[in-house]
């Protein structure tokens, strides 16, 4: 199957991110959210990233103008209809994600591909709510999405080597590195080696080991990592690194993924990183 319009669910920073970088593979984007307003301002902020691109030199303002025209703002699941292929990218939570790809499995076309971007979820259990688990698959960006080259492809139980296959091609006319994730193992690859240097990182500040400012700079001069444990748990989010460390305890049934409690009392504390100003870190 030829893929030839995409649509993304979730108009925040991952789904900004994918939507541009759909667009600038060549392909029709439609970017919806709850609220209009939103898309708009993910579109604006795709504009704006597509403006440093002129200034830089790597795009003409033409070639700007044409990628911004590919994508299309709305709210709402109906506009969905004749997409080829959907990538969920809403927040990571199991049952609204379900949710909406029942919805999403009404309204789309039978051939129509769904994914989801979750980084850690069950691709098979999201894929069980749906009438087409062979055309259903975890396509995992990072962010941000137009910088990071890496799509985790995921297959759940019942994909397709179609699926798959069409998948790849889409990924790479992106510009992006696919690979694949053969079995549907929470966190699949990079979330599952990452997640637990998070865990070490914070248990080595409980312990007094050394400061937040102390273990980024470590790991980022001791093993050539650009951001350091903390820096990173603050830019993707304290809840969201929360939510899928418990989800992941739950999974595997394995104390070493058990939440720190210092990441609890940020939790409870509010500090969800740089989305509200202050996380390990103020900003």
């Not at 939790?267 to 390990?280: D, P, Q, S, T, V």
Request: hydrophobic residues 40%.
């Amino acid at each position: 199957m030829e893929i030839k319009k995409i649509g993304v669910l979730g108009a925040g920073a991952m789904g900004t991110g994918i939507a541009n970088v759909a667009a600038q593979g060549g392909f029709d984007v439609i970017i919806s959210d709850v609220d209009l307003g939103i898309v708009q301002k993910s579109v604006g902020n795709i504009n704006s990233f597509l403006n440093k691109s002129v200034e830089k030199g790597k795009l003409t303002t033409e070639q700007k103008d044409e990628i911004i025209a590919r994508v299309e703002p709305q709210s709402g699941l109906d506009g969905f209809g004749d997409v080829d292929l959907v990538i969920e990218a809403i927040f990571e939570d199991m049952q609204v994600k379900k949710d909406n790809f029942v919805k999403l499995d009404k309204i789309c076309k039978p051939e129509a591909i769904l994914c989801s971007n979750t980084s850690s979820f069950s691709i098979t259990e999201l894929a069980a709510t749906t009438e087409r688990p062979e055309r259903f698959a975890g396509m995992h960006f990072f962010n941000p999405a137009p910088i990071m080259r890496l799509v985790e492809i995921i297959r759940g139980y019942y994909t397709s080597d179609d699926t798959v296959s069409t998948l790849k091609d889409v990924t790479v006319k992106m510009r992006k590195t696919p690979v694949l994730v053969k079995r549907d193992s929470p966190g699949f690859i990079v979330n599952r080696i990452m997640l637990i240097q998070f865990i070490e990182a914070i248990k080595l500040l409980e312990e007094g080991v050394a400061t937040p400012e102390d273990i980024d700079i470590a790991v980022k001069l001791g093993l050539n990592y650009p951001m350091g444990p903390f820096e990173l748990l603050d830019f993707g989010g304290v809840d969201i690194t929360y939510h899928v460390v418990n989800y992941l305890c739950d999974e595997f049934k394995d104390i070493r993924w058990n939440p720190p409690l210092a990441l609890k009392e940020l939790i409870r504390a509010g500090r969800l990183g740089r989305k509200n100003g202050k996380g390990f870190y103020n900003y």
